[in-house]
């Protein structure tokens, strides 16, 4: 044989390899996503507003707080943790999240929830 051969075959393996590629960073990006899709697909039923802890008020502290809520089959919270702001605010957030009810679901799920203090509520 000879080398012309050779490069005519390396060459033609090389475009199918890149699409190999391509279709595997594919499926592996959507395999990634699904669970977050799953996570926020859950929609609340029942919400209860936290109540803004009066120092705060005179504090005037205001912010965001992000939590992380897992909720069971059922659509209820069994679990609520701080993923970040103000310490006098998380909790009053954290017991109004407790509350709240999500529509019921193939399983237990993991929501992120963002409340929002302001100083005028």
């Not at 499926?27 to 977050?36: D, G, R």
């Not at 605010?89 to 109004?96: G, K, N």
Request: glycine share 6%; charged share 25%.
């Amino acid at each position: 044989m000879n080398k012309s051969h050779f490069k005519f075959h390396s060459i033609g393996l090389r475009p199918a390899a890149v699409r190999i590629f391509r279709l595997a960073a594919l499926a592996l990006t959507v395999v990634l996503l699904i669970p977050v899709a799953t996570a926020e697909s859950r929609a609340i039923k029942t919400r209860v507003a936290p109540v803004y802890p009066e120092m705060a008020k005179r504090m005037r502290i205001a912010g965001e707080v992000r939590l992380e809520v897992t909720v069971d089959p059922e659509g209820k919270v069994t679990d609520v943790k701080k993923v970040s702001g103000n310490t006098m605010l998380s909790s009053a957030a954290e017991d109004a999240v407790r509350k709240w009810r999500f529509d019921s679901g193939p399983g237990t799920s993991t929501v992120e929830v963002t409340l929002n203090f302001a100083v005028g509520q």
